[in-house]
């Protein structure tokens, strides 16, 4: 039973690229008379990036695959945020898409199991545009989680986030949760934890690009197109989601404009001041050819929601996050 206390907000993964700019979002808000909580093994996170709110939250680090530390972490949550993923770049989970479905699914498994008695309010699950069949319309739309495959090159990471919706409904179905489900499109920025050859595409050109290797290999033609978001972003979004209680059915966060690999490698170019060849390898994955998200739900919804970070602005943000994570100088 709730006692009369501030409610708590607990935000798995909080301390990851997305989770850390919602955190903040949280944090600094003087409206929200709460207490906020990030659940994180930071394995994909940074302490780090909670550094400069650390004396507003309450950090509860474990690993959600243990069912003990997960009945733990949530006994007196009353809004949750689910983040907490592991999610690569295109090279290692085209590699390992047995490992991503399991991983993720152990988390999925122990987190419905705990929620189902602890029964918060509300609940916010970060599902993926991988959910989505490559040969869906572009824009893709709000599709049911099941219409077609996931996206292939990244289908165990996709079947898993399906998972995650389906239980997730069923969740709410049963205890009376309000669920709030969000489908992200190829987020970035500046507080991502570099993961070497399974890091995510803009990291990875980042880091070539910068790094003044001569010649550097991209994945694909270069002609496949991608609408990006920056994570704040993102994390405004999903925190006016849950606000406004939306429960309508899955939402996606992205944008219909879209950007060339070629003109993004040619953005980073361009800012950072060194053009190196660029060897396009036709013979590895490149994913979809188009993916951009139709956004008609999302501005019915928001009608006035403004993008705070444009594509260019972003490339810097990764310019100086280039610079705190690989420069010597810089290093903490």
């Known amino acids: 039973m709730k006692t009369d206390r501030p409610?708590?907000?607990?935000?798995?993964?909080?301390?990851?690229?997305?989770?850390?700019?919602?955190?903040?979002?949280l944090a600094e808000n003087k409206h929200v008379n709460s207490k906020i909580v990030v659940i994180d093994d930071f394995s994909t996170g940074l302490q780090s990036n909670l550094f400069p709110f650390k004396n507003n939250i309450e950090i509860r680090e474990g690993d959600l695959e243990s069912k003990s530390f997960c009945n733990e972490a949530f006994t007196d949550?009353?809004?949750?945020?689910?983040?907490?993923?592991?999610?690569?770049?295109?090279g290692y989970s085209s590699q390992n898409q047995l490992e991503m479905l399991i991983h993720n699914e152990r988390v999925t498994t122990n987190l419905i199991d705990?929620?189902?008695?602890?029964?918060?309010?509300?609940?916010?699950?970060?599902?993926?545009?991988?959910?989505?069949?490559?040969n869906s319309q572009t824009p893709i739309a709000e599709a049911p989680i099941f219409?077609?495959?996931?996206?292939?090159?990244?289908?165990?990471?996709?079947?898993a986030k399906?998972?995650?919706?389906?239980?997730?409904?069923?969740?709410?179905?049963?205890?009376?949760?309000?669920?709030?489900?969000?489908?992200?499109?190829?987020?970035?920025?500046?507080?991502?934890?570099?993961?070497?050859?399974?890091?995510?595409?803009?990291?990875?050109?980042?880091?070539?690009?910068?790094?003044?290797?001569?010649?550097?290999?991209?994945?694909?033609?270069?002609?496949?197109?991608?609408?990006y978001i920056h994570a704040l972003d993102c994390a405004r979004i999903m925190h006016k989601l849950m606000e406004l209680n939306y429960n309508c059915g899955p939402v996606n966060i992205g944008t219909q404009e879209t950007v060339s690999i070629k003109n993004l490698v040619s953005i980073i170019s361009k800012l950072s001041q060194y053009k190196p060849k660029i060897n396009f390898n036709i013979d590895r994955p490149e994913g979809r050819h188009n993916k951009s998200s139709n956004i008609n739900l999302l501005s019915e919804i928001l009608p006035n929601f403004q993008y705070s970070i444009t594509l260019e602005e972003g490339m810097k943000r990764m310019l100086d996050w280039y610079s705190k994570v690989f420069d010597p100088k810089n290093s903490e």
């Not at 049963?174 to 489900?181: A, K, W």
Request: with cysteine; hydrophobic share 35%; net charge positive.
């Open 162 to 227: 399906r998972f995650l919706e389906q239980k997730s409904i069923l969740l709410s179905q049963e205890t009376g949760i309000n669920l709030i489900t969000v489908r992200p499109f190829n987020i970035y920025g500046e507080t991502y934890k570099w993961r070497g050859d399974a890091s995510q595409a803009i990291p990875m050109l980042v880091k070539k690009i910068l790094s003044k290797e001569k010649s550097i290999e991209v994945w694909g033609s270069g002609d496949q197109r991608r609408s």
């Open 147 to 159: 219409d077609g495959y996931p996206e292939y090159s990244n289908r165990g990471y996709g079947w």
């Open 77 to 90: 949550c009353d809004i949750v945020y689910h983040l907490a993923s592991r999610a690569f770049g295109i």
């Open 7 to 25: 409610s708590v907000i607990c935000i798995t993964g909080g301390a990851g690229l997305i989770g850390s700019f919602l955190t903040k979002c």
């Open 114 to 134: 705990t929620l189902r008695k602890v029964k918060p309010k509300k609940l916010l699950i970060t599902s993926s545009s991988c959910v989505y069949d490559d």
